[in-house]
C-alpha cells in the first residue's frame, strides 16, 4: 500500500481529524482531554498526518521549534487498527526529510515507554534517566540529522 505524508493546516477539518485520532490514540486510554489553551498552541507548530491511497488518515505528528537547531516531535499518533504496519516509520521517516530541508541538526523527542524500542530502531537514543509524565513513565531521546 502507497501512503502520503502531507502537512496540515491548523483549524482545518483535517486539522480537527488529527485531534480526534491524537484523543483516542494518546488521551482517551489515560482518561485525559486537550484544553482550548493546549490546542490554541498549535498554530505556530508543524502538522503532519499520514494517509492511504483513499484519503483516510492513518497517523500524525506535530513539530514544534525549540531553537534554530533543534525541533520536537510530540503528539505522534497511529490509529490502532494502522499499527504495526511501518506507517509510524514512514512517517518520522517523511519528517526527518523534512527537519533536514528547513536546517534543523536534532529531533528531541519524549517517548512513552512502550515506544522506546520503535524509536531506538529508528536511530534515537534516550537521553538521561526516566521520568513521568501525564501518568506514565517516558524517556527523553535524541536524534542528530545527517546532512542531506
Request: proline share 3%; net charge negative; with cysteine.
Amino acid at each position: 500500500m502507497t501512503y502520503t505524508v502531507q502537512e496540515i493546516e491548523f483549524a482545518t477539518p483535517e486539522y480537527d481529524e488529527m485531534v480526534r485520532l491524537r484523543y483516542d490514540v494518546l488521551r482517551k486510554p489515560l482518561g485525559r482531554e486537550f484544553t482550548e489553551e493546549q490546542l490554541a498552541a498549535e498554530y505556530a507548530d508543524a502538522l503532519f498526518g499520514i494517509y492511504d491511497a483513499h484519503n483516510n488518515l492513518l497517523g500524525c505528528l506535530i513539530m514544534t521549534e525549540k531553537n534554530s537547531e533543534t525541533v520536537k516531535m510530540r503528539q505522534v499518533a497511529v490509529s490502532t487498527n494502522a499499527q504495526g504496519k511501518g506507517i509510524g516509520s514512514e512517517m518520522v521517516s517523511a519528517v526527518e526529510h523534512w527537519s533536514r530541508h528547513k536546517n534543523y541538526k536534532n529531533i528531541k523527542l519524549n517517548a512513552r515507554e512502550v515506544a522506546v524500542n520503535f524509536y531506538k530502531n529508528l536511530g534515537y537514543t534516550v537521553v538521561g534517566e526516566p521520568f513521568e509524565e501525564v501518568g506514565i513513565p517516558h524517556s527523553a531521546m535524541i536524534k542528530q540529522l545527517a546532512k542531506n
